[in-house]
């Protein structure tokens, strides 16, 4: 994207329940790339790193953005997060596309990770960058897959995210042909409805994410809202 069709600030979010730290620490001193990560913490799933204080270097410095999370976290203390630190950031950002990397396996259901996310926060994350990418870069949204250990999580995530790309409102019956391919394929039981309850928090887990989110503003200085982007100021790599 930057070098083919000279894009020159790039919105990288990545909601997997692992750090994207490939990504990260390959982009950590280039200030045309937004980087926003909400993971499982590094102190309790691999690979260990994205933590408050890695926050770029250099032209950079200010543009990686880390939210680790508790095991447990739902959707209310996520979303809470999401709302306080995504929005205002990617707007002061402006930036000319952005990526998404929708990891399914912060679902409450997954095999591997530890987090409670069910598909409400799938949804209002892609409903929120579909809004800001329409607002900001002329719709410029590239979506990506991720991580997703339970079979029955991944598809109803992904037909959700269309869905909402397409501003379409589907009800919660699973199609009864699928429900038996499902049954087939994977050898267990499909899942009974497309949507799921959301989950809400503890106080010490809502208390938790509010002390992460702080921390994050105290390195980024005055928050990641004191953080502009001057074009003039964008290294072209």
């Known amino acids: 994207l930057k070098t083919r069709y000279k894009t020159k600030r790039l919105l990288y979010l990545d909601v997997d329940a692992h750090h994207g730290d490939g990504v990260m620490y390959g982009y950590y001193d280039d200030p045309a790339v937004l980087d926003i990560d909400f993971h ?5 799933l691999f690979p260990g790193t994205g933590f408050p204080d890695e926050t770029g270097k250099e032209d950079a410095k200010g543009l990686k953005l880390n ?7 739902g959707d209310q203390a996520y979303l809470e997060a999401f709302r306080e630190i995504v929005p205002e ?12 990397q929708c990891g399914t396996d912060g679902h409450l259901d997954d095999r591997l990770a530890h987090l409670r996310l069910t598909t409400n926060v799938y949804s209002e994350v892609i409903r929120v ?3 800001l990418a329409h607002e900001l ?3 410029r949204l590239l979506l990506f897959g991720g991580g997703g250990y339970t079979l029955a999580n991944v598809p109803r995530v992904w037909t959700i995210a269309f869905a ?5 409102n589907l009800t919660d019956e699973i199609p009864a042909l699928w429900a038996q391919q499902f049954r087939e394929s994977a050898d267990e039981e499909p899942p009974e409805k497309l949507h799921d309850k959301a989950t809400t928090d503890t106080e010490n887990t ?10 994050l503003r105290q390195y980024l200085g005055n928050g990641p809202r004191s953080r502009t982007v001057q074009e003039e100021n964008v290294v072209h790599r």
Do not use: M
């Open 137 to 139: 870069c002329n719709g």
């Open 67 to 73: 939210i680790p999370l508790p095991p447990a976290t």
């Open 129 to 131: 960058l579909h809004h």
């Open 164 to 168: 909402t790309l397409a501003d379409k």
């Open 206 to 215: 809502l208390k938790q994410v509010r002390s992460t989110v702080a921390e």
């Open 40 to 44: 499982e913490s590094g102190n309790f």
């Open 89 to 100: 950031t990617v707007r002061r950002f402006k930036p000319d596309v952005i990526l998404v």
